[in-house]
């Protein structure tokens, strides 16, 4: 009788948490559709294989092996210039040890390596007869903004000009030129490679995978589409779907989940601002300052995650003002690290302070929480943009004004606003997340042609 063969993807994430938690998501998708799944990753920021034991590990290690890694120099290790980081990333990492795996017994159907990896990865994978699909953690509206790069430099919207931020990009409404994707970085032309590797690796893939759904971003898509001529699957939103997966060992490096559920459980519905900049903004020690005062005086209960690290030159909370905690009392929690997906689903939770990472507004469009969106970088910009005048559930609340007296003006607006306009539209935007998922809605749809197109890779 002829063995039956596991059928196995093998996954490159970049190895970022904005990055790693979409893929893992995927991997899940994936798992309960009945393939293996292994995932290989760059030895550089390698998570625990033990809160994912449904899934192989492989460690890649970088070029330079025996020597010093070359990412943990801390200029680089501390995340301060992102574009170098992912440049070196690209350099010492972009050829896994894919030949290796492809032997290991059941058949490997594809690669799914994140984009950002871009061109190398797919030469390789093809070198030995693997096709490569990619994937995308980022909304399908900052790709199309990455694909008019070019056009924009040669219009002169790049590099932004500060006496031009307040203009229409008339070329994609309805960004204005200080949304456009950028990272501050000192290689701008360093990012000009990274993105242009970017779109012309998707070019080359077997397929893009997309963590957002078509009624959240349809124009966009259709214009990716076309640019790419390539299939795309807008799946998303990648954490809501069903999976057999048992749930996630509790991290113990991280915060106590438990006192903060305590916490949250006692509050009134919607009554908290959850406040979380994701896992690599940073901010500076007097917008730090800022968000305290504004936080307190707002007088609302708040749950804020201040990374160790994250206002820049301090450890952790040092530079808060002397008797803030005690002054704040029960007021509100400081916290290190939340699951947010259960703090975003909490009934307590009535509004989210967000830098608008692509995941973080998925997560809050899927449980209809209203935002204040804070972009710091790259296709933040572009997210917030959207959530305040397309999708229209949120307010701004730029960094050049952070100050607490707007803080709390800002703030308190759109926790009053609750049950009027923002919120009304947040749980539409959130059912339409729903049926997009429900058995005919479109991305379950795309998931199906996903898997069959996967499986037909397969000779
Ligand atoms: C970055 C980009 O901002 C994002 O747009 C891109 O697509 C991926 O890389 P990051 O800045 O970390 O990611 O933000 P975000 O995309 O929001 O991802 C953060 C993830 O960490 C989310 O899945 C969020 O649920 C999780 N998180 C964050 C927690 O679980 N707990 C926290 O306390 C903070």
Redesign the pocket.
């Known amino acids: 009788m002829e063995e039956r063969k596991v059928k196995r993807i093998i996954m490159f994430p970049l190895p ?4 790693f ?1 979409p893929m893992i998501e995927l991997a899940g998708i994936f798992h309960n559709r009945g393939f293996s799944v292994t995932i290989l990753h760059t030895s550089f920021n390698f998570p625990d294989p033990s809160r994912h034991p449904q899934f192989t590990f492989r460690t890649i290690t970088h070029k330079n092996e025996g020597e010093e890694d070359p990412l943990s120099q801390s200029e680089t290790s501390s995340g301060k210039d992102l574009v170098v980081l992912i440049s070196l990333l690209k350099q010492y990492y972009t050829e896994p040890s894919l030949a290796e795996e492809v032997g290991e017994g059941g058949t490997v159907c594809c690669l799914v390596s994140d984009a950002l990896w871009g061109r190398n990865t797919e030469i390789v994978a093809k070198e030995i007869g693997v096709c490569t699909m990619v994937m995308r ?2 909304g399908a509206a900052t790709f199309c903004a990455y694909t008019a790069f070019p056009l924009l430099i040669d219009k002169g919207y790049l590099p932004i000009q500060g006496s031009r931020l307040d203009e229409l990009v008339t070329e994609l409404p309805p960004l204005k030129v200080k949304d456009l994707p950028v990272i501050k970085t000192k290689e701008p032309e360093g990012l000009n490679r990274i993105l242009n590797d970017m779109v012309e690796g998707a070019k080359l893939s077997s397929g893009v995978v997309w963590n957002t759904f078509e009624d959240l971003e349809r124009h966009s898509l259709m214009d990716c589409r076309s640019k790419l001529q390539v299939p795309l699957f807008p799946i998303g939103p990648f954490h809501k779907h069903r999976t057999d997966l048992p749930p996630k060992p509790k991290n113990k490096d991280k915060d106590d989940d438990e006192i903060l559920t305590d916490w949250l459980n006692k509050q009134a519905p919607q009554s908290v601002v959850y406040v ?1 900049f ?4 940073a901010i500076e020690e007097n917008e730090f300052f800022e968000i305290a005062w504004g936080l307190r005086n707002s007088e609302l209960p708040f749950l804020w ?1 201040v990374r160790p690290g994250m206002v820049r030159g301090t450890e952790w909370l040092e530079s808060l003002p002397c008797g803030f905690l005690e002054n704040i009392g029960h007021q509100g929690k400081i916290v290190k ?5 259960e703090t975003l689903a909490h009934p307590a939770v009535g509004a989210f302070w ?2 608008c ?5 998925i ?1 809050s469009i899927c449980e209809g929480v209203p935002m204040i969106c804070t972009p710091c970088f ?3 910009h572009v ?1 917030a943009r959207y959530i305040v005048d397309v999708w229209r559930v949120g307010m701004m609340l730029e960094r050049c004004k952070m100050e607490r007296t707007e803080i709390e003006k800002v703030v308190t607006s759109v926790m009053m606003e609750n049950g009027a306009g923002l919120t009304e539209m947040c749980l539409e935007l959130k059912e339409k997340a729903n049926v997009c998922l429900s058995e005919d809605g479109s991305s379950s749809k795309y998931l199906d042609k996903l898997v069959s197109h996967v499986l037909s890779f397969d000779s």
């Open positions: 970022f948490t904005g990055h938690n953690t980022s979380s994701g896992s690599l903004a995650v690290w939340v699951n947010q997906l967000t830098h990472g692509w995941n973080s507004t997560e790259s296709d933040q997210n």
